[in-house]
């Protein structure tokens, strides 16, 4: 029995929007390993102002800091220059973020957790809508496999981000 992809040319849609989450997968271990090297730069680049007896620049201290958006990083060093009432502004601009950040992060496992339980809600729909389907089912299949893999993909992410913290 063959597929006939002719007739089923939207389910090519579906499976590009559901691969998106497992290429991020393969290419999170290479972001991690990037964030690795660049915190061990700046802590090498720390060791080299200690032994000076000088301050590091807030670029430095930024990269150890492990920041996520180092664009704003960037333009807060510029701003601060500028005078000191626009680095109150920054100041208070800057507790904002990190106010939001560890909002963020703090209800990052509940979300990956609801994402888990999302995808195995959709993976069991299709997985009944292929058993008690009367005929033509093959698409219930294929969709309940990906949507099985996702799920597995959902749990073991939930389980990483509620035992496993790295920022």
Request: charged share 25%; net charge positive; hydrophobic share 50%.
């Amino acid at each position: 029995m063959t597929f006939d992809w002719d007739k089923h040319w939207w389910l090519i849609i579906i499976l590009a929007a559901l691969a998106v989450p497992i290429v991020q997968a393969m290419f999170e271990p290479w972001n991690r390993y990037l964030r690795y090297r660049r915190q061990r730069d700046a802590i090498d680049a720390l060791k080299v102002y200690a032994a000076q007896g000088r301050e590091p620049p807030p670029a430095v201290l930024d990269a150890l800091g492990g920041r996520r958006f180092r664009w704003q990083a960037a333009a807060e060093t510029v701003a601060e220059a500028a005078t000191a009432k626009a680095s109150d502004r920054r100041s208070r601009r800057q507790d904002r973020w990190e106010r939001r950040w560890q909002y963020r992060s703090a209800g990052e496992p509940l979300r990956r957790w609801n994402w888990a339980i999302f995808a195995g809600a959709v993976t069991l729909g299709f997985g009944f809508a292929w058993r008690y389907a009367h005929q033509n089912n093959d698409a219930y299949l294929i969709v309940a496999i990906i949507a099985g893999a996702l799920t597995v993909a959902g749990v073991i992410t939930a389980l990483l981000a509620t035992f496993w913290r790295i920022d």
